[in-house]
């Protein structure tokens, strides 16, 4: 059974910055992808950034240069850095693995930027 287990949401002002982590427990022998989605209030979950084991890195557009994506393959766990944030960042974020055959999503963590 795996888990993903998430944290390091919260509020936070536009301009401010955040740090989310996902780990990864259980039967894992290796994970291909990990990556961050989001989804705000009555729009679709989007992928945000994801990291391959290699390093490979892709991001959404909208969060090019503020947002870094990184992994630590020894602790199977991966981070979202959060700088500039945005209103329009606001969503739940959720922490996604592709292990080949299968993939498994996180909870979910809250992400507001508001003053």
């Known amino acids: 059974q795996v888990q993903l287990v998430e944290s390091g949401g919260g509020l936070v002002q536009p301009g401010g910055s955040l740090t989310l982590s996902c780990a990864a427990t259980?039967?894992?022998?290796?994970?291909?992808?990990m990556g961050w989605y989001r989804q705000a209030p009555g729009k679709q979950r989007e992928l945000v950034a994801n990291?391959?084991?290699?390093?490979?890195?892709k991001y959404l557009d909208s969060v090019m240069g503020r947002f870094t994506i990184s992994r630590d393959n020894a602790k199977n766990t991966v981070y979202l850095q959060m700088n500039s944030l945005k209103p329009e960042d606001t969503a739940t974020y959720y922490c996604?693995?592709?292990?080949?055959?299968?993939?498994?999503w996180g909870q979910g963590t809250q992400v507001t930027v508001s003053s």
């Open positions: 996604h693995i592709d292990l080949g055959p299968t993939d498994y």
């Open positions: 990291i391959l084991r290699g390093g490979t890195k």
């Open positions: 259980g039967s894992i022998y290796s994970i291909d992808v």
